[in-house]
């Protein structure tokens, strides 16, 4: 593994193996056993959107592996200003250790794997967001103790997110219904590489066959970042893609819920489920900085 550039392009080996490293940095990093194991090493961070939990997340995971992070915002770079891609690659290339980035196209973030010579991170994508989906994965292992089999239900737009969960998910052998809209299915891409799963992936507009047996009920904003001249259109779009108590009731028993946040109470799910999740939720968040920690040392630590 030489970036994380998307889910699809990782083996299921892969994934455990990243998912084990970050259960062994979240123990050590509780108990206060040190791992400085990219001493000296310096990521770049690229942000063309904005983020409270991956720019916290990385620059602290950096700062504890003995690292340091620095925050390139979109506004003050020369890729801003239309510096091509390829010779940011090129130039960061010459500085860095490695490069997280969070921006609008996925061929950005591939076209710096293609140009650059270091580790690629994607950050988020309107296409995916990998790196969530990998907490996501941790968090579910600890609450449940197993993945294989799991039923992860996700319910609104068929976005970055339900994009990464399907491929991440159906890789670790769990099931995946995704509930949405006609007009707002996840990728072609992604149901494509689905195919060879069956019918471990079901793809509806009935939300509550889609959740009828969940183990985890999953999801994300309406409007994702980019998109918020749609926001009044997709609302009524969205209208009933809600994670409520009526949704709750046909899951399994203990059913988790997972949202990667920001969260928008009473639109895609209401306030008095998220309160009864809570915990789950921010063990969510808190794991992005284990489970990314675990990347960074796997892409970086050569
Ligand atoms: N879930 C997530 O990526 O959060 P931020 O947008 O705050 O980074
Ligand atoms: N789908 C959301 C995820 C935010 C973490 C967005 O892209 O804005």
Redo the contacts with the bound molecule.
Sequence with gaps: MKHLLKLLDLSKEEIIEILNLADQLKYENKNGIEHKLLAGKTLGMIFQ?S?T??RVSFETGMYQLGGQALFLSNRDLQIGRGEPVQDTARVLSRYLDGIMIRTFEQKEVEDLAEYGSIPIING?T?FC?PC?VLADLMTIREHKGRLDDLKLTYIG?G???ANSLIVGCLKVGMRVAIGCPDDYRPDPKVLEFAKEYGDKLLVTGDIMEAAKGADVVYT??W?????EAETEKRKIAFAGFQVNDELMSVTNEGCMVQH???AHREEEITAKVFEAHADEIFDEAENRLHAQKAVMVKLMSK
């Design positions: 959107k983020s939990r991956t988020l309107d967001h969530q737009d976005n970055n997110m994300d904003v409007t994702s970042m980019g998109e990667c946040l920001p």
